[in-house]
Protein backbone atom coordinates (compact mmCIF):
# COMPACT_ATOMS: atom_id res chain seq x y z
CA UNK A 1 0.00 0.00 0.00
CA UNK A 2 1.35 3.34 -0.96
CA UNK A 3 0.09 5.77 1.52
CA UNK A 4 1.08 9.47 0.66
CA UNK A 5 2.08 10.91 4.98
CA UNK A 6 1.58 14.41 3.44
CA UNK A 7 -2.04 13.93 3.29
CA UNK A 8 -2.61 13.70 7.03
CA UNK A 9 -5.18 15.35 9.64
CA UNK A 10 -6.43 15.52 13.14
CA UNK A 11 -9.87 13.90 12.33
CA UNK A 12 -11.81 13.84 15.91
CA UNK A 13 -11.18 12.74 19.44
CA UNK A 14 -13.08 10.62 21.18
CA UNK A 15 -14.33 9.35 24.60
CA UNK A 16 -16.18 6.07 23.92
CA UNK A 17 -17.64 4.19 21.02
CA UNK A 18 -19.86 6.42 19.86
CA UNK A 19 -17.49 8.78 19.21
CA UNK A 20 -15.60 6.20 16.54
CA UNK A 21 -15.31 6.78 13.08
CA UNK A 22 -18.03 4.63 11.20
CA UNK A 23 -16.26 3.55 8.70
CA UNK A 24 -13.78 0.39 7.63
CA UNK A 25 -10.16 2.09 7.57
CA UNK A 26 -7.48 -0.07 9.33
CA UNK A 27 -5.85 1.57 12.65
CA UNK A 28 -2.64 1.29 14.29
CA UNK A 29 -2.93 2.40 18.39
CA UNK A 30 -0.10 4.23 19.99
CA UNK A 31 0.53 3.44 23.37
CA UNK A 32 2.99 4.41 26.00
CA UNK A 33 3.82 6.49 29.01
CA UNK A 34 3.22 10.15 29.08
CA UNK A 35 6.28 11.31 28.01
CA UNK A 36 7.65 8.35 26.37
CA UNK A 37 7.67 10.64 22.77
CA UNK A 38 3.89 9.77 21.03
CA UNK A 39 3.46 12.94 19.59
CA UNK A 40 7.13 13.52 18.41
CA UNK A 41 6.93 9.72 17.01
CA UNK A 42 3.46 10.31 14.91
CA UNK A 43 5.06 13.79 13.74
CA UNK A 44 7.89 12.60 12.65
CA UNK A 45 6.34 8.94 10.96
CA UNK A 46 3.79 12.25 9.11
CA UNK A 47 7.29 14.39 8.43
CA UNK A 48 4.87 17.36 10.28
CA UNK A 49 6.04 19.47 12.88
CA UNK A 50 2.85 20.26 14.60
CA UNK A 51 0.03 17.41 14.12
CA UNK A 52 0.15 16.00 17.14
CA UNK A 53 0.77 18.53 19.87
CA UNK A 54 3.69 17.68 21.56
CA UNK A 55 4.17 19.54 25.51
CA UNK A 56 6.14 20.23 28.25
CA UNK A 57 3.39 18.82 30.33
CA UNK A 58 2.99 15.36 30.23
CA UNK A 59 -0.27 13.75 30.78
CA UNK A 60 -1.76 16.44 27.69
CA UNK A 61 -3.81 13.52 25.47
CA UNK A 62 -6.73 12.78 27.35
CA UNK A 63 -8.96 11.58 24.85
CA UNK A 64 -8.47 8.83 21.73
CA UNK A 65 -7.06 11.18 19.17
CA UNK A 66 -7.77 9.90 15.03
CA UNK A 67 -5.61 10.78 12.75
CA UNK A 68 -6.78 10.33 9.23
CA UNK A 69 -3.79 9.56 6.80
CA UNK A 70 -4.52 9.77 3.38
CA UNK A 71 -8.13 8.25 3.80
CA UNK A 72 -6.10 4.75 3.83
CA UNK A 73 -5.56 4.28 7.44
CA UNK A 74 -5.49 6.21 10.68
CA UNK A 75 -3.66 6.49 13.73
CA UNK A 76 -4.86 6.66 16.93
CA UNK A 77 -3.07 8.01 19.71
CA UNK A 78 -4.45 6.26 22.91
CA UNK A 79 -4.08 9.11 26.73
CA UNK A 80 -0.27 8.43 28.00
CA UNK A 81 -0.58 6.42 30.85
CA UNK A 82 1.71 6.59 34.61
CA UNK A 83 1.49 10.24 34.62
CA UNK A 84 0.76 10.58 38.80
CA UNK A 85 -0.31 14.50 38.35
CA UNK A 86 -3.71 12.96 37.40
CA UNK A 87 -6.16 11.63 39.76
CA UNK A 88 -6.91 8.18 40.33
CA UNK A 89 -10.16 8.32 39.50
CA UNK A 90 -8.91 10.46 36.10
CA UNK A 91 -6.56 7.05 35.58
CA UNK A 92 -9.70 4.74 36.04
CA UNK A 93 -11.85 6.31 33.25
CA UNK A 94 -9.09 6.42 30.81
CA UNK A 95 -7.64 3.12 31.34
CA UNK A 96 -11.48 2.24 30.60
CA UNK A 97 -11.79 4.15 27.62
CA UNK A 98 -8.25 2.63 26.60
CA UNK A 99 -9.19 -0.67 27.58
CA UNK A 100 -12.70 -0.78 25.65
CA UNK A 101 -11.02 0.71 22.46
CA UNK A 102 -8.26 -1.83 22.25
CA UNK A 103 -10.62 -5.15 23.27
CA UNK A 104 -13.86 -4.09 21.16
CA UNK A 105 -12.32 -1.78 17.97
CA UNK A 106 -12.80 -4.14 14.58
CA UNK A 107 -10.27 -1.28 12.85
CA UNK A 108 -7.90 -2.09 15.04
CA UNK A 109 -5.10 -3.88 13.06
CA UNK A 110 -1.84 -3.44 15.82
CA UNK A 111 -1.06 -1.55 18.80
CA UNK A 112 2.67 0.95 18.85
CA UNK A 113 3.39 0.29 21.89
CA UNK A 114 6.38 3.33 23.08
CA UNK A 115 9.01 2.77 25.67
CA UNK A 116 12.13 5.15 26.19
CA UNK A 117 15.33 3.12 25.18
CA UNK A 118 17.00 4.78 28.22
CA UNK A 119 15.05 3.31 31.03
CA UNK A 120 14.11 0.02 31.77
CA UNK A 121 10.08 -0.73 30.95
CA UNK A 122 8.08 0.93 34.00
CA UNK A 123 5.08 -1.31 35.75
CA UNK A 124 2.64 0.30 33.14
CA UNK A 125 5.13 -0.94 30.32
CA UNK A 126 5.03 -4.27 31.07
CA UNK A 127 1.18 -4.55 32.09
CA UNK A 128 0.85 -3.26 28.68
CA UNK A 129 2.54 -5.56 26.66
CA UNK A 130 0.94 -8.37 28.70
CA UNK A 131 -2.36 -7.12 27.91
CA UNK A 132 -1.65 -7.15 24.55
CA UNK A 133 -0.53 -10.31 24.43
CA UNK A 134 -3.40 -11.48 26.14
CA UNK A 135 -5.45 -10.33 24.09
CA UNK A 136 -4.13 -11.17 20.91
CA UNK A 137 -3.89 -7.96 19.97
CA UNK A 138 -0.38 -7.70 17.07
CA UNK A 139 2.25 -5.65 18.94
CA UNK A 140 5.31 -3.01 17.58
CA UNK A 141 7.51 -2.19 20.43
CA UNK A 142 9.16 1.35 19.52
CA UNK A 143 12.13 2.01 21.79
CA UNK A 144 12.33 5.88 21.63
CA UNK A 145 15.06 8.47 22.56
CA UNK A 146 17.54 6.12 20.69
CA UNK A 147 19.60 9.71 19.88
CA UNK A 148 20.32 10.11 23.44
CA UNK A 149 22.10 6.82 24.23
CA UNK A 150 25.36 5.87 22.08
CA UNK A 151 24.95 3.96 19.29
CA UNK A 152 27.41 1.16 21.04
CA UNK A 153 25.14 1.13 23.60
CA UNK A 154 21.95 0.20 21.76
CA UNK A 155 22.08 -3.46 21.98
CA UNK A 156 22.66 -3.29 26.14
CA UNK A 157 19.57 -1.39 26.37
CA UNK A 158 17.64 -3.30 23.75
CA UNK A 159 18.28 -6.56 26.05
CA UNK A 160 17.36 -5.22 29.21
CA UNK A 161 13.94 -4.04 27.71
CA UNK A 162 13.05 -7.13 26.32
CA UNK A 163 14.41 -9.23 29.29
CA UNK A 164 11.60 -7.08 31.22
CA UNK A 165 9.21 -7.42 28.97
CA UNK A 166 9.60 -10.83 28.62
CA UNK A 167 9.03 -10.16 25.01
CA UNK A 168 8.03 -12.53 22.09
CA UNK A 169 10.31 -12.63 19.58
CA UNK A 170 7.83 -13.07 16.79
CA UNK A 171 7.06 -8.91 17.43
CA UNK A 172 8.41 -5.99 16.06
CA UNK A 173 11.09 -4.71 18.33
CA UNK A 174 12.21 -0.92 16.44
CA UNK A 175 14.78 1.50 17.98
CA UNK A 176 13.64 5.07 17.13
CA UNK A 177 14.58 8.61 17.33
CA UNK A 178 12.67 11.34 16.33
CA UNK A 179 15.39 13.57 16.42
CA UNK A 180 17.67 11.34 13.39
CA UNK A 181 15.06 9.63 12.05
CA UNK A 182 16.49 6.28 12.63
CA UNK A 183 13.93 3.63 12.51
CA UNK A 184 11.26 5.44 10.64
CA UNK A 185 11.77 3.20 7.64
CA UNK A 186 11.11 -0.13 10.06
CA UNK A 187 8.19 1.28 11.51
CA UNK A 188 6.40 2.26 8.35
CA UNK A 189 7.25 -1.46 7.09
CA UNK A 190 6.12 -2.99 10.31
CA UNK A 191 3.03 -0.80 10.18
CA UNK A 192 2.42 -1.39 6.65
CA UNK A 193 2.68 -5.21 7.31
CA UNK A 194 -0.06 -4.91 9.88
CA UNK A 195 -2.45 -3.42 7.72
Do not use: C
Not at 33 to 61: D, E, H
Not at 84 to 99: D, H, L, P, Q
Request: charged content about 30%; aromatic content about 10%; proline content about 4%.
Amino acid sequence: MEINTHNAEILLSATNKSHYPQDDLPEIALAGRSNVGKSSFINTMLNRKNLARTSGKPGKTQLLNFFNIDDKMRFVDVPGYGYARVSKKEREKWGRMIEEYLTTRENLRAVVSLVDLRHDPSADDVQMYEFLKYYEIPVIIVATKADKIPRGKWNKHESAIKKKLNFDPSDDFILFSSVSKVGMDQAWDAILEKL
